[in-house]
């Protein structure tokens, strides 16, 4: 190879990488403009649909239970026998039910104090997450703390950080339903053992799995909802409040609405005042 196809091949390369294809997840390539190998019988047989996440919501009111999900998988029935947060963590570690961990480095699970009044979840692990094993510790995870500090929350005294993914998807893509579906039991579980205060849903996809609401977030967020899992339903646990804002990877692509995540903030303190 002479160095100008050798140049040109590392430009193809840097290219893939800005456009977020940085991930190897094959040994061979694969070619996604040749015709599908499929046996032409199979060609129009109808497709089998989605696992449902979770029912959506009647929209209207702020303050309303949002609908008990569906458990999907092996997941659930793991989840629902396990006692301790330190179960739940090796639990996660250990399952397999989620494509998404045969590409990431590490499992993300949580960072912070686990008693902690409030609890956080975001979308999924971005790279330097993935590298460390942290959640939120990458460009949006110091906004995060900013975020935080300025109503007296810290993930070293009294906040809890995790998300609705435990690994990166490759590319930073967005996870499918079926990989959010296969995390979800998992998410219920962590939560109903942290039993926070107060859920702080970061961004659409952690507000619209959890509610099982489907606006986007500029509708959701600033609102209070209650949060209640299957588990707590059929046990007839109280809802948690949960509010929803703008994700902070957002906020540094559009800093402008950084004034509505601050009145979302002092929402949030207000709540945790009244306790
Ligand atoms: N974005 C998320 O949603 N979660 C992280 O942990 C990091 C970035």
């Given at each position: ?27 061979t390539a694969r070619d996604r403009y040749a015709p599908p190998d499929v046996p032409a019988r199979l060609m129009d047989a109808p497709q089998p ?40 963590y090796a639990a996660i570690e250990a399952f397999d039910g989620c494509p998404l961990k045969t590409t990431a480095k590490n499992t993300v699970i ?106 986007g977030i500029t509708k959701m967020r600033g609102r209070w909802f209650n949060f209640r899992s299957a588990g707590m339903e059929e046990l007839d ?39």
């Amino acid at each position: 190879m002479d160095m100008a196809d050798r140049t040109q091949l590392l430009r193809a390369l840097e290219w893939q990488v800005a456009a977020g294809a940085d991930e190897a997840i094959g040994d061979t390539a694969r070619d996604r403009y040749a015709p599908p190998d499929v046996p032409a019988r199979l060609m129009d047989a109808p497709q089998p649909s989605a696992p449902v996440v979770a029912a959506p919501a009647a929209t209207g009111s702020p303050a309303q239970s949002a609908p008990a999900p569906v458990p999907v998988g092996e997941a659930a029935s793991i989840a629902a026998s396990i006692e301790s947060l330190e179960d739940l963590y090796a639990a996660i570690e250990a399952f397999d039910g989620c494509p998404l961990k045969t590409t990431a480095k590490n499992t993300v699970i949580a960072d912070g104090v686990a008693g902690a009044p409030v609890m956080l979840l975001g979308e999924a692990p971005g790279a330097e997450e993935d590298r460390q094993g942290k959640p939120f510790i990458g460009r949006s995870g110091q906004l995060l703390d900013l975020m935080l500090g300025s109503i007296g929350l810290s993930r070293q005294e009294n906040a809890y950080i995790s998300n609705i993914m435990f690994w990166r998807p490759p590319g930073n893509r967005n996870p499918s339903t079926e990989e959010i579906a296969s995390c979800r039991p998992f998410v219920d579980r962590h939560i109903e053992l942290i039993k926070p205060k107060v859920l702080v849903f970061l961004g659409a996809p952690a507000a619209q799995t959890l509610l099982g609401r489907s606006e986007g977030i500029t509708k959701m967020r600033g609102r209070w909802f209650n949060f209640r899992s299957a588990g707590m339903e059929e046990l007839d646990v109280p809802p948690i409040p949960a509010i929803a804002t703008f994700h902070p990877a957002y906020l540094l692509r559009t800093p402008v609405q950084k004034r509505f995540v601050w009145q979302d903030m002092l929402a949030i303190r207000e709540r945790l005042n009244q306790d």
